[in-house]
T-cell receptor, first 117, second 111 residues
Framework: GAVVSQHPSWVICKSGTSVKIECRSL??????MFWYRQFPKQSLMLMAT?????????EQGVEKDKFLINHASLTLSTLTVTSAHPEDSSFYIC?????????????FGDGTRLSIL | AQSVTQPDIHITVSEGASLELRCNYS??????LFWYVQSPGQGLQLLLK??????LVQGIKGFEAEFKRSQSSFNLRKPSVHWSDAAEYFC?????????FGTGTRLLVSP
């Protein structure tokens, strides 16, 4: 089945540093990947839609300069949290949509727990 | 804009008992509907989806869901719950190429 790998699964870093999270589709190509943020005991909130070869589309209220998204290939999207602060601590989940057909289910990574000290 | 309501924050079911998790959606056109399950600290796994056709859809792990347009509902059911089913369950609707999730229902399974 379709597999999405997310790395790292857990990261702790100091305030002010930048953190990069990778999202890879292992056995399919994905022109579109999505980045979500999930606060404890809450639902997933879409942050941005990552399109291969073009700029990401950010949801309202998401700072594009804070959350940099790069989708350089059909199997890799990265999210960089720049100058991270404690309020950026959260669970970040990516998903990928196979390019073969529209409205196919998104396949999710296992998430990255980010803790900023 | 589309939205999803899961009215039950948490539900406790005895092992072996039947389960129904409620989901109501709001969307102007024919919805694409999904149920996902999330174990603690992990990503989401797709249980089942509805795009069109038969309104009763079968999923993995013995789950099924019924789409009822008149009630704008897509409730998830399982006839006999296992302890391993304890997790968070999210209903979602796809609209304008975006997934919108409900707030989730945490399922607790008692012995």
């Amino acid at each position: 089945g379709a597999v999405v790998s997310q790395h790292p699964s857990w990261v702790i870093c100091k305030s002010g540093t930048s953190v990069k999270i990778e999202c890879r589709s292992l056995d399919f190509q994905a022109t579109t990947m999505f980045w979500y943020r999930q606060f404890p005991k809450q639902s997933l909130m879409l942050m941005a839609t990552s399109n291969e070869g073009s700029k990401a589309t950010y949801e309202q209220g998401v700072e594009k300069d804070k959350f940099l998204i790069n989708h350089a290939s059909l199997t890799l999207s990265t999210l960089t949290v720049t100058s991270a602060h404690p309020e950026d601590s959260s669970f970040y989940i990516c998903s990928a949509e196979p390019e073969t057909a529209n409205n196919q289910p998104q396949h999710f990574g296992d998430g990255t727990r980010l803790s900023i000290l | 804009a589309q939205s999803v309501t899961q009215p039950d924050i948490h539900i406790t079911v005895s092992e072996g008992a039947s389960l129904e998790l409620r989901c109501n959606y709001s969307y102007g056109a024919t919805p694409y509907l999904f149920w996902y399950v999330q174990s603690p600290g992990q990503g989401l796994q797709l249980l089942l989806k509805y795009f069109s056709g038969d309104t009763l859809v079968q999923g993995i792990k013995g789950f099924e869901a019924e789409f009822k347009r008149s009630q704008s509902s897509f409730n998830l059911r399982k006839p006999s719950v296992h302890w391993s089913d304890a997790a968070e369950y999210f209903c979602a609707v796809m609209g304008f190429q975006k997934l919108v999730f409900g707030t989730g229902t945490r399922l607790l399974v008692s012995p």
